[in-house]
């Protein structure tokens, strides 16, 4: 792609929210607006086939958004051929132009990085899905699950989509072909399939009738019991969802989940959280895939404020990804040590039910391999020593039987399995120390209520048993901890 210079330096206009009776702040009712996008009504606005007719699609509109060089823009231009761009003007507005590493802007606008493939390692169809294929879009990895790819379509092209090489295909998706009877037909047949994933590119993009025919004889099925929806409109066209029909649709089968993904608390919008409200009142259980993303989600701050934000609108935290070896995604990929990074700083630092599962999903087919701290650190015939979030080591006896082991003299881990500890707690531990303070109340509240020894009613009496039942409730508790 050749652009003149005087095309490639035109400056983007700048960022702000859309501003309303003369406000400087949006309502709270709605997230940012581009102003290039200020005078659009709001009823056109709240209007997904707007929003889909009016996506920036192309390098030709980026360039007067965004600042690229020129360098950029003719090595993302070259990109356009390999795979889609198409960015909701409601997505596009989370981007703040100004910030060329914008985690918003990471996940949509194509990138020159995309070009680079240090490792030789980035592949077409990383998860092998098409080898496990017995009918054409229906993969079979998992005994009692299978997955449908049923459209290439999606409202907002992600630039590490695992499934590029399904969305590059155009045309034929609309109306129903015989593979999609075909995928309904092998369900039908294997009984042992209790679990479908409905997918894409995007399945909420289906035509109404086309959805409804998965809907329809997937719920009919007696032996599949749980349907999911892979879909991430709640977060780039939450509109869509806006039509009370589509959610009505969704519910009628009765078996629907819903699995959407966002990866960035900025994106969990007063408008995301409106649709994921509707379908959760629509009986929808909805979950979250997040993509572990360099430059995006790759720090525990970030990943902390993302679950939580989940958890504020009622969407459970269900998986965290590593990032696919796809084409084009290389230089999105972190280390496995910084999800494990990520993972010790969650799991005991918030509610549990915002922890996910951090997984790999492995080539070759593997499916999906669970990965986490080491929480388990020895262990012995009688008993395991395990980690908390804290660092602290305890002996845990797992069955009721008389231990078999001998005390023996011994320090550290082995003085939990050998020895006579139960645990071994860090210094400067502030749940000991909130302990401590708390028996120290409770010993002064004690002593301050009983009789001193003698019958000696003075102050002076009381205080020096309050300062003897502390001390010795303080020894007790240590004693107990295992110090």
Known sequence: MNESPDRTSIPPR???????????EEPPSRGPRHP?????????????????????????????????TPTELEAIGSLEAEYKTAIPPYYFSLIDPTDPVDPIRIQSVPSSLEKEN????????????DKDS????????YPDRVLLVTTHVCTMYCRFCTRKRATMVRGGWDAISRNDERMIEYIRDHREIKDVIVSGGDPLTLPTNKLKFFLDNLAAIRHVDVIRIGTRVPVTLPQKLYDQSL??????????????????????????????????KGGMPVNNHTVLLKGVNDSLETMRDLMRALLRVKVRPYYIFHCDPVIGAGHMRTSIWKGMEIMEGLRGHMSGLGIPTYV??????GGKIPLMPNYLISASDDAVVLRNFEGMLVRYQAEDRPTTAQPTATRGVSSLLQGTKSALIPENNERMDRRRELNVVASYE????????????????HEANGHSTARFSLDVLAKGCGS
């Open 14 to 24: 700048p960022y702000m929210r859309a501003v309303a009776n003369g406000d400087e």
């Open 36 to 68: 290039i996008w200020r005078d659009v009504p709001d009823h056109l606005w709240d209007d997904w086939r707007w929003q889909s007719q009016n996506a920036i699609r192309s390098v030709r509109q980026l360039r007067d958004l965004l600042s690229f």
């Open 118 to 129: 240090p490792s030789g390692y980035e592949l077409e169809d990383p998860l092998e899905e």
């Open 134 to 141: 017995p009918v054409p879009g229906l993969t079979h990895r």
């Open 247 to 280: 959610i009505d649709l969704l519910a009628s089968a009765g078996k629907v989940w819903i699995q959407t993904h966002f990866n960035h608390a900025r994106e969990i919008t007063p408008e995301a959280a409106r649709v994921c409200l509707a379908l959760l």
């Open 360 to 365: 790999v999903d492995s080539p070759h087919g």
């Open 446 to 461: 004690d002593a301050a209520e009983a009789p001193a020894e003698g019958g000696c009613s003075n102050g002076e009496g």
